[in-house]
């Protein structure tokens, strides 16, 4: 019987956006219906949301409106998942603040097309399947701390606060200047957010269908005109959002300017690497379907640098918005491109009547945003499994919330890393294997005669990886057996794993056992370790190799005898 073995993937089968699979697949009219009513209800999601993303992260509205148009397009049409929804993300908010305050709009637009220089990259680099590796507490802690700065940053417009100059950025400066112009609090603002929030939320448990954000801005807005009630619009702030989508245009490229953006580029690339395939995971165990890692970062670049041309900003997988997709029966990418359609449609149509929403309203919306994000039930899990996990989350909420983004992960990634040499070094153990076995049958016994074999063998098991980690204390162990013990044996066959820092460990253990005239033999080895040994000498004939310890047995028995 032949058994055909699998081929490794081509290029093109890895990077053929899920588009292309699902046209192979046959596509017919009742799944475009599925796939627009899906987008239709994206969209109206999105809309509301992608203009108060926008206003959050210090940019006019209609450029959230940009992004989830343009970049939410090309994600859906390149990406390697069928369900994907791209667009501004909550997660992005604190990032593009920061980036609009030191570079300016035109610093943002840099930065977004450099992220998404460098995402395409990672994908045809075929580095997606490495931000797996990012602890699951890591990410817990940083979205924690994420949406407590946007909270943060909404309270301004929560309570329609009065501030003399520019809000300060970092998250204690703010907090003191918004806490020294309490008085100045707007009750109208803060009944607006208030029915917002109590409008989104009632309908959430009531009628968990309805758009409750598109509801709530629509209910706030002509509550708020009708009684002609003091508070600040799209329209007085920002003079409404145009009906149109501008003409592309390359940002500036100047060697200054890439030098000066490039870190924040970094921080984009990385938070949308990480998002993206999160919200590709998310849509995979809804639907039971399977997105392709590193076509889905290719498109989230390409669609970056799209989104860049058209003055949005940073593009990313949305989590609430492709979850909203998959419970809208979408079948496939087309959900998505035309959720984008639909949202430029209500540009063309409605863009005048978005003046006349309360800013306040859009605070409120993102409040509920900002909570959402701090994960509650995975925080209470994290405390009550593990101190070490608990300690790496709180670490880099920590971090992230007084420094930023890239240090906070860093420093949870660092304390993550330690942890885990700290417990595997801790699973490796050496223990004594009697050579007196217990009765067997027949059958069973092979090899050399245990009952006759020299008693200054001895048997050590190590299981475990093998690595710097536990070099330290194998080694030790090794170093007493070798005092007292003319001839050992060590048994490798529970080792998966051995290093170039255990290899010199137990070269160590070689040469002084050569000093006393004892003989080593190493049984059941990997390959790998094997090639791992015989790059540091350990070695035949300074040591034997065999399959089993009854073989080394018999080796060192004839050794002995010869």
Not at 127 to 135: A, D, E, M, Q, V
Not at 315 to 340: D, F
Not at 454 to 482: N, Q
Request: proline share 5%; net charge neutral.
């Amino acid at each position: 019987m032949n058994i055909q073995q699998a081929h490794a993937p081509t290029f093109a089968e890895l990077f053929t956006p899920k588009l292309v699979t699902v046209f192979r697949e046959g596509y017919r009219l009742e799944h475009l219906r599925a796939d627009a009513i899906a987008g239709l209800t994206v969209a109206i999601v999105a809309l509301p949301l992608s203009m108060a993303i926008a206003i959050a992260s210090g940019v006019s509205p209609e450029r959230g409106l940009y992004t989830a148009i343009v970049g939410g397009f090309l994600v859906s049409l390149l990406g390697g998942s069928r369900f994907q929804i791209g667009g501004p993300a909550g997660a992005f908010i604190v990032l593009v603040a920061a980036t609009v305050a030191r570079h300016g709009l035109d610093g943002l637009v840099l930065a977004t097309f450099l992220s998404g220089i460098i995402l395409a990259a990672a994908g045809y680099l075929r580095l997606g399947t490495y931000i797996k590796f990012i602890p699951y507490p890591v990410t817990v802690g940083f979205t924690a701390a994420i949406g407590a700065i946007i909270f943060a940053s909404q309270l301004h417009d929560l309570f329609g606060l009065t501030l003399g100059g520019a809000e300060p950025g970092p998250l204690f400066e703010k907090l003191v200047a918004l806490w020294g112009v309490w008085p100045t609090m707007n009750p109208s603002a803060v009944g607006i957010a208030v029915l917002t929030i109590a409008i989104i939320q009632g309908l959430r448990v009531w009628r968990p269908g309805w758009p409750g954000m598109l509801i709530a801005v629509a209910v706030a807005s002509v509550l708020a005109a009708m009684l002609s009630l003091p508070v600040e619009t799209i329209g007085t702030r920002f003079g409404g959002i145009p009906r149109t989508l501008p003409f592309p245009a390359l940002p500036d490229f100047s060697p200054a300017k890439i030098t000066a953006v490039l870190p924040d580029a970094l921080s984009f690339a990385l938070l949308g690497a990480i998002e993206s395939l999160l919200s590709a995971v998310v849509a995979d165990g809804m639907s039971g379907r399977r997105h392709r890692s590193n076509c889905e970062l290719a498109a989230q670049g390409f669609a970056n640098m799209g989104s860049a041309l058209f003055g949005g900003f940073c593009v990313t997988g949305t989590i609430a918005r492709t979850a909203t997709n998959v419970r809208a029966h979408a079948h496939g990418p087309v959900s998505g491109m035309l959720h984008s359609v639909f949202l430029l449609a209500f540009m063309l149509v409605a863009a005048p009547l978005a003046s006349y929403i309360p800013l306040a309203c859009l605070a409120g919306v993102l409040a509920l945003v900002a909570w959402n994000m701090i994960e509650k039930h995975a925080i209470a899990q994290i405390v009550s499994a593990s101190r070490g996990d608990a300690l790496v989350m709180f670490a880099t909420f920590i971090v992230t919330l007084t420094r930023d983004l890239m240090e906070g992960i860093i420093t949870g990634f660092v304390i993550g890393a330690f942890l885990f040499i700290d417990r595997m070094g801790r699973a490796v153990a050496v223990e004594h294997a009697p050579l007196i076995q217990g009765d067997v049958a027949d059958s069973e016994q092979r090899g050399a005669d245990f009952e006759h074999v020299d008693p200054g063998t001895v048997v050590y098991r190590i299981s475990g990886a093998f690595f710097f980690g536990a070099a330290a204390a194998v080694g030790t162990v090794l170093d007493r057996i070798s005092d007292r013990h003319r001839n050992f044996i060590l048994d490798c066959s529970a080792v998966p794993l051995l290093d170039s820092t255990a290899a010199n460990v137990l070269e160590g253990a070689v040469r002084k056992a050569e000093k006393k005239g004892a003989q080593i033999a190493i049984a059941g080895a990997t390959v790998q370790a094997r090639r791992m040994l015989f790059a540091h000498g350990v070695k035949p004939p300074r040591v034997i190799f065999s399959t089993d310890v009854a073989e080394a047995v018999a080796e060192l028995d004839g050794a002995g005898k010869g």
